[in-house]
């Protein structure tokens, strides 16, 4: 059979994770775009999407959400102050994005890597050391993303 | 042979695409495209047991083929599925 790659627009992909994840169901997708290195490599990677109730989202956790119309992001929480989320994806130097929990679509839970079958979940010891270790490096982020494309890329 | 539970038939930005809805997790990762005619003997065989005989059946009701033309295109259909995996 052939394989082949259809570019589905994002507004369109995400309203069927979306329903899927309202219904209760979790949702895997491959991962589109740069932003969330160095764990995550575009169409290289899936990630796989629970439901969660907005008041659970905390700190830390990797969220899609919608954070304007009809424009969705993998990102990281970086801040919350009440229902107020900020957003950064792991692999930015610099911008960030705003929306309130109840924007927030589905939460990660595995992501699977470099074709594995085997998750890295994120209760996993390696992930968390991963995100405390990549989150303290924030200052350095622009130097280790530069090396990373030029040696990995 | 049957297709095989938890797969779906949706419209996807204009493209018939199968995905697996499992009964916990629905995979977008891994979406398999069907074109026209494919698409109409899914709708037509979902939760029923089919051979390449009728899914050839389906096809001359529905387009202007000759039967071993139909035959034929039946028997190519059900290798894909099973290949795909989406079919048993």
């Given at each position: 059979m052939?394989?082949r790659v259809?570019?589905?627009?994002?507004?369109v992909l995400?309203?069927?994770?979306k329903?899927?994840?309202?219904a209760?169901?979790t949702?895997?997708?491959?991962?589109?775009g740069?932003?969330?290195?160095?764990?995550?490599?575009s169409?290289?990677?899936?990630?796989k999407?629970?439901?969660?109730?907005?008041?659970?989202?905390k700190?830390?956790?990797?969220?899609l959400?919608?954070?304007?119309?009809d424009?969705?992001?993998?990102?990281?929480?970086?801040?919350?102050?009440?229902?107020?989320l900020t957003?950064?994806?792991?692999?930015?130097?610099?911008?960030t994005?705003q929306?309130l929990d109840?924007d927030v679509?589905g939460?990660?839970?595995?992501?699977?890597?470099k074709?594995?079958?085997?998750?890295?979940r994120v209760?996993?010891?390696?992930?968390?050391l991963?995100?405390?270790?990549w989150l303290?490096l924030k200052?350095?982020?622009?130097?280790?993303?530069?090396?990373?494309?030029?040696?990995?890329? | 042979?049957?297709?095989k539970?938890?797969?779906e038939?949706?419209?996807?930005?204009?493209?018939?695409v199968?995905i697996a809805t499992?009964?916990?997790?629905?995979?977008?990762?891994?979406m398999?495209?069907l074109?026209e005619?494919?698409?109409?003997?899914?709708?037509a065989?979902?939760?029923k047991?089919?051979?390449?005989?009728?899914?050839a059946?389906l096809l001359?009701?529905?387009?202007?083929?000759?039967?071993?033309?139909?035959l034929?295109?039946?028997e190519?259909?059900?290798?894909s599925?099973?290949?795909?995996g989406?079919?048993e």
């Amino acid at each position: 059979m052939q394989e082949r790659v259809i570019e589905v627009p994002n507004s369109v992909l995400i309203g069927e994770i979306k329903k899927a994840i309202r219904a209760g169901h979790t949702a895997t997708l491959r991962v589109k775009g740069f932003s969330m290195r160095l764990f995550l490599e575009s169409q290289r990677d899936i990630v796989k999407l629970a439901p969660v109730r907005p008041e659970a989202v905390k700190v830390r956790d990797v969220v899609l959400a919608e954070i304007a119309k009809d424009h969705y992001v993998l990102h990281r929480v970086i801040r919350r102050d009440g229902a107020r989320l900020t957003l950064m994806g792991d692999g930015n130097i610099r911008g960030t994005e705003q929306c309130l929990d109840t924007d927030v679509v589905g939460i990660a839970t595995e992501f699977y890597r470099k074709g594995r079958t085997k998750p890295d979940r994120v209760d996993s010891l390696k992930w968390r050391l991963y995100s405390s270790v990549w989150l303290a490096l924030k200052p350095m982020r622009r130097i280790i993303l530069g090396v990373y494309r030029r040696v990995f890329v | 042979m049957k297709i095989k539970k938890g797969f779906e038939l949706r419209d996807v930005c204009g493209e018939k695409v199968v995905i697996a809805t499992g009964i916990e997790n629905v995979d977008f990762s891994k979406m398999i495209s069907l074109n026209e005619s494919a698409a109409y003997l899914w709708q037509a065989v979902e939760g029923k047991e089919f051979d390449a005989r009728l899914l050839a059946d389906l096809l001359l009701q529905e387009y202007e083929v000759d039967d071993a033309t139909a035959l034929a295109d039946a028997e190519k259909t059900i290798e894909s599925w099973r290949e795909c995996g989406i079919a048993e």
